[in-house]
């Protein structure tokens, strides 16, 4: 698989000795969504920060479409867009005059078809002669993206591009998202919400603490991790499993109306067909049944559990 | 070299002048009637002559000196201190510039703007005295000279202040009274021997005479260790901005 992006055993120490980054090793692939998740003060935005060359990493090297980023740092910024996490834009300049502005930031003529045709497609066309200051949050979110774009990058970066805009925006960057991959863009996205790397990533990664746990296909990820519930309602309250059935992955709800049986999915047996017979063969009438397949979010969470706990033990 | 860079960050800062336009005309045009009202007219009536130059025009060159240095500080340091403020220097940062790259479109602006507001003070001094420059390429060079190196300086305190506080102690308390205690309404020649030698400690007293001798040949030292001072304090300026480049000073962690 070709990388665009290479991240290689970079760490990243601040002057107040606090080490944001620890030894992280990452590749993006050419063309791909790759979202990286993690808590607050994960190191999410120190690592775009080191990419884009925003923040220096203490050790490593960072190679970006083949050029080293500190050493060739001309090529590799001409060839990446980023979108701020803060709505970090100025107040007097129009709309118009700043996505000009980034643009010959990085170097490229004034090209009025292009800004024209980036507005129209963030719907901020109309919008173009307004104050920035003037413009909602969700406006001056497009804004961002259309200033990131205005040199036509072919790696951008979206740090927590969907933070505080309403569900219909969310989408609507969504779709943007996807039609930006479409004409061949590499996007890496940070975000807190689950259900977005869910719905447009195609790799995850996770990171936690400056530490890169994983990072994996997003359908291998959900297999791999994920766990399925069937939950079962009774017709009747009944006080305890029968005890042919009881284990761990078994529980009963305090009302005695539920039975919750937690399965691997990736598992050659998972017991669904016996459990129901012992049910039934204990007595015990089924009212309804429903299957639960267990979230990014859940995945997400257990991860960085299980990380926090195991630096408590050590 | 990314020149369009250079052109959109100097266009950005001008569009912020042309924006304000009533207040950068107005402001030095304002004051600068005010100076001559005050010191010219009430005060100046009462001295006749400094080394043979009208009191009222021996002022004209102190008072755009004093414009220029303040313009040149406040413009600057504005220009780089605000992106830092608001966050939008990422933008700087993560595009494919060089700090020289940016510091020549900031800088450029800031030094250009000061000279706009220099040429509007003289045009409006010249309302009030009848104008003389003896030596118009002299006058220019330091004209030039002050506004590139007090925007410079202006630069290095924009990156140096985390505060709106501290960008405004430099130049309130340390350029405006070297200033006025630098000879701009005076010549140094009439102060008592002992503020004589206190004077010439103060780098401003060499920028006003050099500058005072571009027009009327009338100086308190020579021309050539006047524009030697002012030659070595651009030196000092740029060797600052070089380090702070270097090392990223509160701009790249």
């Not at chain 2, 701009?184 to 008592?192: Q, R, T």
Request: glycine share 8%; proline share 3%; with cysteine.
């Amino acid at each position: 698989m070709d990388n665009i992006v290479s991240v290689q055993n970079v760490s990243k120490v601040y002057d107040n000795g606090f080490q944001a980054l620890k030894n992280i090793n990452l590749n993006i692939r050419r063309g791909e969504i790759l979202a990286l998740l993690g808590p607050n003060g994960a190191g999410k935005t120190t690592l775009i920060s080191t990419i884009t060359g925003i923040v220096n990493h203490t050790s490593g090297h960072i190679l970006v479409d083949g050029f080293d980023n500190k050493k060739q740092f001309r090529e590799t910024r001409r060839r990446i867009g980023l979108v701020p996490q803060e709505l970090t834009i100025g107040a007097f300049e129009t709309v118009w005059n700043t996505v000009r502005f980034s643009r010959g930031l990085f170097g490229k003529h004034y090209d009025v078809n292009l800004i024209t045709s980036l507005l129209e497609k963030l719907s901020l066309l109309d919008k173009k002669d307004d104050q920035l200051r003037m413009l909602s949050g969700g406006m001056k979110r497009r804004v961002l993206i259309a200033k990131a774009l205005s040199h036509e990058p072919m790696i951008l970066f979206l740090d927590e591009p969907t933070a505080g805009v309403d569900v219909e925006l969310r989408k609507d960057m969504w779709h943007v998202i996807s039609e930006l991959q479409a004409q061949g863009v590499t996007i890496i996205l940070t975000t807190h919400y689950i259900e977005e790397a869910e719905e447009i990533a195609d790799r995850i990664g996770v990171i936690n603490n400056g530490e890169l746990m994983l990072v994996e296909d997003k359908d291998v990820l959900m297999s791999q991790l994920g766990k399925k519930q069937l939950i079962i309602d009774l017709k009747g309250a009944t006080k305890e499993l029968p005890s042919s059935i009881k284990s761990r992955n078994i529980e009963l709800s305090s009302d005695g109306l539920t039975i919750t049986y937690t399965y691997d999915i990736n598992a050659d047996a998972v017991g669904i067909t016996s459990l129901l017979q012992q049910l039934k063969d204990n007595g015990l009438v089924l009212k309804d049944l429903n299957t639960k397949q267990s979230s990014l979010e859940e995945i997400f969470v257990g991860l960085v559990k299980d990380s926090s706990s195991s630096r408590k033990n050590q | 070299m990314n020149i369009n860079a250079i052109a959109v960050i100097y266009r950005a800062e001008m569009m912020r002048a042309v924006n304000t336009l009533f207040q950068t005309i107005a402001s030095p045009v304002i004051s600068t009637s005010l100076y001559f009202v005050v010191f010219g007219s009430a005060i100046g009536s009462r001295i006749e002559t400094i080394d043979g130059v009208s009191y009222g025009l021996f002022i004209v060159p102190g008072l755009t000196m004093l414009t220029l240095l303040t313009q040149s500080i406040s413009n600057a340091s504005f220009g780089i201190y605000f992106p830092k403020f608001t966050g939008t220097i990422y933008e700087i940062l993560s595009a494919p510039l060089s700090f020289h790259e940016a510091l020549i479109g900031y800088v450029g602006a800031a030094a250009t703007k000061s000279l706009v507001v220099g040429t509007i003070i003289l045009l409006t001094a010249s309302l009030f005295v009848e104008m003389r420059i003896e030596h118009p390429v002299w006058m220019l060079v330091f004209l030039f000279l002050t506004c590139i190196t007090f925007s410079l300086f202006g630069f290095i305190i924009g990156i140096w202040a985390d505060s709106f506080e501290k960008l405004q102690i430099v130049p309130i308390l340390v350029i405006t009274p070297l200033v006025f205690l630098g000879g701009s309404f005076y010549s140094i020649n009439m102060l008592p021997p002992f503020w004589q030698t206190v004077s010439f400690f103060n780098p401003v007293v060499y920028l006003v005479s050099g500058f005072r001798w571009s027009f009327f040949e009338v100086s308190d030292v020579n021309v050539w260790t006047s524009f030697s001072v002012i030659a070595i304090f651009l030196v000092l300026c740029l060797a600052m901005v070089s380090w702070m480049f270097r090392t990223g000073y509160k701009l790249r962690q």
